[in-house]
């Protein structure tokens, strides 16, 4: 049994999270337990899953949301793989909710996996985006290659350095990832000062932000949209690397194409 069975709009969901941890390890941006991924599910909660006990003491979180008051969400277990994720999302992750206080969380389904390390950043940036009335339900985190290559200099480091890069790398970078890539310095990873510098990056209006030396964090409506604008991000960062593997600097398009671009299609500046 499972708390997927007969709630086709939940278990499409968490497919959906399936297919993409398969695309991550594909990509080789998930070695081991790499990465992790989180989706609000509270709108497909119904009154049947609110009656079901606990499979867990109660848990802190770290930090206090109190815009999660009565959220559930689907988390990848920690140190759990995506390859085993992808094939069996319920045996390599979990369904919480949040406990009325707001610093807790217990595990309800399908087994007592213990949700994420990354839990802090991943819980903040969704009682943000709640704060906000963003649409956004789903937050991805990743290890993508070449993106965090890049990290290691201090010159893509720099405000919106990579972001102009990226962008100019191929027409696509800006029209599907229009709002650029966020820079937030080495912090220790699951810490409360990486899920607070993420807020503060996200709130500057990235949609994807870089953890120097580490990986990549991506909010979006569903799952799938939060992988494609990292999949968009990484592929301009190959391109610009195999240039320099050819022994040039790539030129990248002009201002005046990338402004033709941002115009015609209605872009962000
Ligand atoms: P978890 O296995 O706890 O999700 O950690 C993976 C990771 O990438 C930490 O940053
Ligand atoms: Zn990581």
Redesign the pocket.
């Known amino acids: 049994m499972s708390i997927l069975d007969n709630r086709p709009a939940l278990k499409a969901e968490i497919d959906k999270v399936a297919e993409v941890a398969g695309y991550l390890w594909t990509k080789g941006w998930a070695e081991r ?4 991924i989180t989706i609000n599910i509270t709108e497909w909660v119904d009154d049947k899953m609110k009656a079901m006990p606990a499979i867990s003491q109660p848990k802190p979180i770290g930090t206090v949301l109190p815009d999660l008051n009565g959220c559930w969400f689907y988390c ?5 793989r995506m390859r085993d994720l992808a094939r069996d999302p319920m045996a390599n992750g979990s369904i919480i909710r949040i406990l009325p206080d707001c610093a807790h969380y217990e595990i309800v389904a399908d087994s007592p996996v213990a949700p ?3 839990l802090p950043s991943h819980l903040s940036v969704h009682n943000y985006l709640l704060a906000k009335g963003s649409p956004y339900r789903a937050s991805l ?1 990743t ?1 993508p290659i070449e993106l965090v290559a890049l990290t290691h200099s201090k010159k893509w480091m720099e405000k919106d350095a990579a972001t102009r890069m990226l962008w100019s790398m191929i027409p696509e970078t800006k029209a599907f990832c229009p709002r650029g890539l966020g820079m937030v310095p080495y912090m220790l ?2 810490s409360v000062e990486l899920a607070d510098a993420t807020i503060k990056a996200i709130n500057e209006d990235y949609d994807v932000v870089m953890w120097e030396k ?2 990549v964090f991506a909010v979006d409506t569903d799952i799938m949209s939060a992988f494609d604008q990292v999949d968009v991000l990484n592929k301009a960062a190959q391109i610009y690397i195999s240039a320099r593997n050819m022994g040039f600097e790539p030129d990248g398009m002009s201002d005046a194409q990338m402004q033709e671009l941002t115009d015609v299609f209605g872009l962000p500046k």
Do not use: I, L, V, Y
Request: net charge positive; hydrophobic share 0%.
């Open positions: 337990n790499g990465g992790n990848k277990g920690t140190q759990k994420t390390s990354e985190h290890h990873p699951s580490h990986g």
